[in-house]
């Protein structure tokens, strides 16, 4: 028996060796689920099956890297990189480069991101002359996306008057033409966009049952990971796939099911039993991430959820740190109190930055947390944001590139044709674009063909068009014996983007030309990498497929010691010694557009679980009694997953303060008992009071002044500490840690003044300021 099959405890190892037949792995948050799937694919190979015939399909190349570099190290490397192995949409791409021209594609189709789809749209919709105000192109370009993973064809969609009718009665009853509009462009321009690379690899299988064939017979072992991330249309192309042998592995994690928003589908893993005859079932239960009392604690919450597949998910490690539940008074002070508590961490416990997380419902949270890490001084870095390719000179130098490998790309030919400034100006621009539908060609086949079209375009106009074909078509030579390295560097000289940026000379302008030369480190990196693959060439067209599919996960952050923002939806399958989850609201999280129906209840609760299984060694749950939220300032109510955890499991840093009762500064025994029985009864005339004869006002005499030690104001000027001497160092809950340079006044009004970590210097009144002596002078 192999080695490595040592490393598994019983419930691991009993997947890994079950050859034949569908199965399905339910693997609990941290039951190492990834160190299965990666020894089944081993071991497969161990036991005589050919790596060409063996499919693995990840929902990030963050995770199909990892599996594929644990492969080699067990079978060796050249063996591991004959495995088809990647995500859903990087593996069909290759599959459509292959097969794709039966569908009428180039094998060097573009792969457009959403912001190309976005930009392609909203030129649709202003080409129709539609309200931009109704046809909103994000909205626009998320229904059209949900069209396509479940499988609503242009064709389908004119067929089914349920469909046609809802776009009529939301105001959006010219929904389909645009819907048809935009998968022509696309088809014309030679591009697909994400969603694409699914519904195209459906058609392909569907329409040609050669093709079918002729995959189902190399793919005779299938293995899917997150099973329960699945959309309809990947379910199918699996399900295709897997018919002829049967041999289909799929592991997931219902309770961590938490994409339906993008079309996933948890009746995927729910139902998987009645898709395969004799499905042999195995469940990972055993925890190795996290403590007992996150585990438990977790456990306590999922079990609120109905619609479930039952496992005990346990964990042999310690019992660990109690959750830590704190209440803030706003949203500052929320992101006040987690700086704080990473800071003393890392001073208490000499942790790296790179150690903690902080996790949030939306993106908009993360504001009041990164202004607080600032003033701590603690580096950070937001997952999820603004993307190193979305960048607009990265966009602008891609869409060069774009162009030598596909010249009928629409989006990156409008984006660079008059960049740098060449005299291009949009009414050329629409005259093209006009003769271009009119032909149906491409604008770039417009252009190569200006002498034989009457377009009432000046000689000046066409000469510079001629230019710029010319120049696509000298890379389009070079790229032919060029790797990708030599091609992106002569053109990021050649077209002149870098000498626009050097002749700007200001600090942007500098900061997009290091962009670029990031860019160019970064495709010398990947050619690089590309030589120690077996089918790989190196080429532009490799590492423009491979930028496409990218995700903002699977960048590689090196020894960047930040401490991580993110949103729960990006976390998943990551996890953190200490995991700070903000904003436990209601109408936040849960969301309150995600608790209309109990499916929709029960995905946010999954959303939790996910958040809290996340953390290793430390949880901490923070909520605000106050929010912004549009500019105004909200009452806002604890989250009722809060109290779904089992108490015992979480500890209160905040508890709710006890009634407030006034204590009173004078003896209440001076004023005796009171002798009711002399009190008169008040008998009321005619049922209404009797009148009270209210005394003359200049009869009021004013009250003599109270003796002074009466008239003081109330101050807690004896709870200040004996210790807060100059010379200190405190600890404000708002201003943070500093040291006390000065203390004047006295009684009431005692003052120090303090500088501040952050440098700022106030003067405090001691009688009001909540301050914690650190350590004396």
Not at 136 to 156: E, F, G, H, P
Not at 171 to 188: A, H, L, S, T
Not at 369 to 395: H, W
Request: aromatic letters at 8%; one cysteine or more.
């Amino acid at each position: 028996m192999e080695k490595f099959l040592n490393e598994l405890n019983e419930a691991q190892k009993a997947p890994v060796l079950h050859k034949e037949g569908p199965l399905m792995v339910i693997a609990g948050a941290g039951s190492g689920k990834t160190r299965v799937l990666t020894y089944r694919i081993a071991h497969l190979m161990g036991q005589g099956v050919d790596a060409f015939n063996v499919l693995a399909l990840t929902f990030t190349n963050k995770a199909a890297r990892e599996m594929k570099k644990r492969i080699a190290d067990i079978v060796g490397g050249s063996e591991a990189k004959n495995l088809w192995m990647g995500t859903f949409h990087s593996v069909f791409a290759k599959l459509l480069r292959f097969d794709g021209d039966k569908l009428g594609y180039p094998s060097n189709f573009t792969i457009y991101d959403t912001q190309d789809s976005q930009r392609l749209i909203a030129s649709i919709i202003r080409e129709m002359g539609l309200d931009k105000d109704i046809y909103k192109y994000k909205q626009v370009q998320n229904r059209i996306s949900s069209y396509k993973n479940s499988l609503i064809t242009v064709k389908a969609y004119f067929n089914d008057p349920e469909l046609v009718e809802a776009d009529a009665m939301a105001k959006r009853p010219r929904m389909g033409e645009i819907y048809k509009n935009y998968v022509d462009r696309c088809f014309k321009a030679g591009a697909m966009d994400f969603d694409d690379l699914l519904l195209r690899t459906n058609e392909l299988l569907s329409r040609f049952p050669e093709v079918l064939m002729k995959y189902q017979d190399r793919f005779r072992y299938i293995l899917v990971d997150e099973y329960q991330d699945t959309n309809h249309s990947q379910y199918l192309i699996v399900k295709a796939l897997a018919d002829r042998y049967q041999n289909i592995c799929v592991v997931g994690d219902d309770a961590q099911s938490i994409y339906s928003f993008r079309g996933a589908n948890i009746s995927n893993i729910l139902n998987f039993q009645r898709d395969y005859e004799d499905v042999a079932v195995y469940r990972l239960e055993q925890n190795y991430r996290s403590t007992k009392n996150i585990v438990n604690a977790a456990n306590s919450i999922i079990a609120k959820n109905k619609n479930q597949l039952k496992k005990v998910v346990w964990t042999d490690n310690d019992e660990g740190a109690m959750i830590k539940l704190h209440r803030s008074i706003t949203d500052a002070e929320e992101g006040r109190f987690v700086a704080g508590s990473i800071f003393e961490n890392k001073m208490r416990n000499q942790q790296s930055n790179g150690e903690f997380a902080v996790l949030y419902r939306t993106n908009s949270q993360s504001r009041a947390i990164e202004d607080a890490l600032r003033k701590k001084d603690i580096p950070y870095r937001i997952y999820g944001g603004l993307s190193f390719y979305q960048r607009k000179e990265i966009k602008d130098v891609l869409s060069y590139l774009r162009l030598v490998i596909n010249p009928k790309d629409e989006e990156a030919l409008k984006r660079i044709i008059n960049f740098p400034t060449r005299g291009i100006g949009q009414t050329t621009m629409d005259k093209l674009l006009v003769a271009a539908n009119h032909y149906g060609r491409s604008i770039f086949e417009v252009m190569e063909n200006l002498d034989r079209l009457d377009l009432k375009i000046n000689t000046g106009t066409k000469r510079k068009l001629s230019d710029f074909v010319t120049m696509i078509k000298s890379f389009q030579i070079m790229n032919e014996g060029s790797d990708a390295f030599a091609l992106a560097e002569h053109v990021a000289k050649k077209t002149g983007i870098l000498l626009e940026f050097k002749k700007d000379g200001t600090p942007e302008g500098i900061a997009r030309m290091e962009n670029i030369e990031e860019l160019l480190n970064g495709i010398k990196d990947f050619v690089e990498g590309q030589k120690e693959l077996a089918d790989a060439k190196g080429d532009l067209a490799e590492f423009l497929e491979d930028v496409a599919l990218a995700t903002d996960l699977d960048k590689d952050t090196g020894d960047d010691d930040r401490v991580a923002l993110m949103t729960i939806h990006l976390a998943k399958g990551l996890e953190f010694p200490h995991v700070y989850i903000v904003g436990m609201e209601e109408d936040l999280f849960p969301s309150a557009m995600s608790m209309n129906t109990r499916s929709e209840l029960e995905e946010e609760r999954r959303l939790f679980y996910v958040a809290l299984t996340r953390a290793e060694k430390q949880a901490y749950l923070t909520y605000a009694q106050n929010r912004y939220r549009w500019g105004k300032l909200i009452d806002a109510e604890p989250s009722r997953f809060i109290e779904e955890i089992d108490e015992k499991y979480v500890e209160n840093l905040t508890p709710v303060e006890k009634a407030y009762q006034y204590k009173s500064l004078i003896n209440t025994d001076i004023f005796g008992e009171v002798d009711k029985s002399k009190l008169r009864q008040i008998k009321p005339t005619n049922g209404n009071p009797p009148s009270v004869s209210r005394p003359n006002e200049r009869q009021l005499k004013k009250l003599r002044k109270l003796k002074p030690e009466l008239s003081k104001p109330i101050g807690n000027t004896h709870n200040i500490d004996p210790k807060l001497v100059e010379g200190a160092l405190v600890n404000h809950t708002r201003f943070g840690r500093g040291k006390v340079l000065k203390i004047e006044g006295a009684g009431n009004d005692k003052k120090a003044e303090i500088h501040f970590e952050n440098g700022n210097v106030k003067k405090l009144l001691l009688r009001f300021a909540k301050l914690e002596v650190l350590s004396e002078p």
